[in-house]
């Protein structure tokens, strides 16, 4: 047996050679250190950053919420009497919206976006899909992304407006000017889902009997698609994704168009809806077992 060995046959760690209660042991860490002061220094950093994170989330919850009921009002306009009182009310709604995102601009001052970008995401293309819905609504075209970034310039006039926002870190103080801008991403997903939303533009249109705006949505769909197309999967997983949604809501459009063109002189304007209703669900059980 080894004379480095104890009585059981086991080796003997060095610091077992030293009292128990001396192992160990030393003198109290200094709270007025440079290495404790910069590691507060970095959990004041991570806690304000983490309590950034958590408000813009809050925002953009509030963002989706606003834009998800200018929609909602958006597609009452098939069936309303007066259609300005309707893009005006629309209207009234996106300026809360943007005073909204007026805030999340005055959180992210000085900020890299990108950082923080997957906190508002989801608030930003719900915004993208409420205006450019409002947009066709109007002129029956799609808004520019750059012209959506025009809207998304703040001055101090449009802070005071609703200046809710106990952001310390986060304000222009000298220039008074904030700005957010829409990315690529955000701005495609948006105009992704806005086809969802025509689609049942068409399906109200049909039930009140307007045999205009169908074709005028099928047309806009088939560009749509088209520019979609060109981007296939070399886009973001999240685009060539939503690519399946809208060839879908093309189909669905184009069904209907066909059965207003070919069929419409035969069947009563107050039947066309269901007639199209039923084709709808046979192209999604159709999809659903291939």
């Known amino acids: ?158 802070n005071g407006k609703e200046n809710k926002t106990p952001s310390s870190d986060s304000q222009d103080k000298q220039c008074g000017t904030w700005r957010l801008k829409i990315t690529p991403v955000d701005y495609l997903l948006g105009v992704a889902d806005l086809t969802g939303e025509l689609m049942r533009v068409c399906i109200n249109s049909v039930g009140n009997g307007d045999i205009d705006t169908p074709f005028e949505v099928s047309q806009f769909l088939r560009q749509v698609y088209d520019g979609f197309s060109f981007i296939g999967n070399t886009g973001p997983y999240e685009v060539s994704k939503k690519l399946y949604t809208l060839k879908q809501s093309l189909a669905k459009v184009e069904n209907a168009c066909y059965a207003l063109k070919v069929r419409g002189s035969e069947i009563p304007k107050h039947m066309l809806a269901d007639v199209f209703s039923v084709k709808t669900e046979m192209i999604d059980q159709e999809e659903g077992i291939s």
């Open 1 to 158: 047996m080894s004379n480095k060995e104890g009585s059981g046959g086991f080796r003997k760690r060095k610091h077992d050679n030293f009292p128990h209660n001396q192992r160990r042991e030393g003198k109290d860490v200094n709270s007025s250190s440079p290495v404790m002061l910069a590691f507060k220094s970095f959990q004041q950093e991570l806690d304000a950053r983490h309590d950034k994170y958590e408000r813009l989330v809050k925002l953009s919850r509030d963002i989706t919420v606003e834009s998800k009921r200018t929609i909602f009002l958006l597609h009452r306009i098939t069936s309303a009497p007066d259609m300005e009182e309707i893009l005006t009310e629309s209207e009234i709604k996106l300026d809360g919206v943007r005073q909204k995102i007026l805030q999340v601009a005055q959180e992210l001052s000085g900020e890299d976006m990108h950082q923080f970008h997957r906190a508002v995401t989801t608030g930003l293309q719900e915004y993208v899909e409420a205006v450019t819905f409002q947009h066709f609504i109007k002129t029956r075209s799609l808004i520019s992304m750059d012209e959506i970034n025009k809207q998304l310039i703040f001055t101090t006039e449009d």
